[in-house]
């Protein structure tokens, strides 16, 4: 964000209206229900620091009139729109309907409700709540220039076995032992950036975020876990974390760069042992404390080299 000079002292400012939560139904002719839940963030860069420092409103986007755009763009939305989709169409409205705006930085959090299956038939207009969620961010700047960037939030995942952890650095703090055997339990945090840098260059196919979210997801599961039979070995979180981050890189020209979060969520061997009974409960790989405090973090982000950064830091160096 650009720095102003006041009074000497250097200010930086942003407004705009957190957890607008909306909800969308489209219904089919044929019956067919479908929605939509999100949680939207719109934070706006604008001229406005008269307000700041004259008592002079007269610069200000009201954040109720903000909240307000969001329910006026989800009534216009007449057909299913993708999150990211919804996000650009805010920004631009804010961009491009506002003289004082030069920024809008739009998230938004979408809540997974899916369609509900009785007896293996998909129910027309019932939801049950998943875990995962989709997220968003938007950024796109009154020239034009757009960054879109999407991600999943909260995907638990866990497997029993083909997990170790060996040949760490050991000193006289460590006690934990090499393993070859272990719980391998996670919960990814996942953000991807898009290459589309105008609004122009946005695929204009109709749920093209959405089915990328779905492909990408399905990429991260499957790396995690190998195949369903015999698994992969994983000898680390971060080896495991890097083959994810690969794997999505390489699977999908149009995605320039992945960030990974990856907190170890511990499942620790029980032994318990008295005086009297030296093994109360022995740890044969079956009995486990599970615990997520403390955890591990671990985050990566893996990116391509694009031939125009490579010249930008040419020019620098
Ligand atoms: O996969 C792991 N990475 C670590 O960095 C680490 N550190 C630790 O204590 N256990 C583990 N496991």
């Known amino acids: ?166 040949g760490f650095i050991r000193d006289k703090y460590t006690a934990l032992p090499d393993t070859r055997e272990r719980i391998l339990a996670t919960e990814v945090t996942a953000s991807w950036r898009y290459p589309f840098e105008s609004l122009s260059s946005v695929p204009p196919k109709p749920l093209y975020f959405t089915e990328r979210y779905l492909d990408v997801k399905k990429v991260l599961v499957d790396t995690f876990f190998g195949p369903p039979k015999e698994g992969v070995y994983s000898p680390s979180v971060q080896s495991t974390l890097y083959h994810m981050a690969k794997a999505v890189l390489g699977r999908f020209p149009d995605i320039l760069s992945i960030r990974l979060k990856m907190p170890n969520l511990h499942f620790l061997p ?13 740890f044969n790989d079956d009995v486990y404390l599970p615990t997520d405090e403390p955890h591990g973090s671990i985050e990566a982000s893996l990116g391509r080299f694009r031939i125009k950064d490579v010249e930008a830091a040419a020019q620098v160096g």
Not at 272 to 282: F, G, M, Q, T
Request: charged share 25%.
């Open 1 to 166: 964000m650009a720095d102003e000079m006041i009074d000497g002292l250097r200010f930086e400012q942003r407004h705009g209206k957190e957890r607008v939560r909306v909800a969308r139904v489209w219904r089919n002719e044929d019956g067919r229900h479908t929605i939509v839940e999100w949680s939207v963030g719109i934070s706006l860069l604008s001229d406005c620091v008269a307000a700041y420092v004259f008592d002079d409103n007269s610069d200000i986007v009201a954040t109720d009139t903000m909240k307000n755009t969001v329910f006026v763009k989800a009534k216009e939305c007449s057909e299913q729109i993708s999150v990211e989709d919804f996000a650009i169409g805010l920004a631009k409205h804010f961009t491009s309907v506002y003289q004082q705006v030069t920024t809008a930085i739009i998230k938004i959090v979408e809540k997974p409700w899916e369609r509900v299956y009785i007896d293996g038939q998909p129910h027309e207009h019932g939801f049950k709540l998943g875990s995962e969620k989709h997220t968003t961010e938007v950024i796109l700047k009154k020239s034009g220039a757009l960054q879109v960037t999407s991600g999943v939030e909260g995907l638990a995942v866990l497997k029993t076995t083909k997990s170790g952890f060996e």
């Open 270 to 282: 029980v032994n318990l042992s008295s005086k009297d009974n030296p093994a109360i409960v022995k």
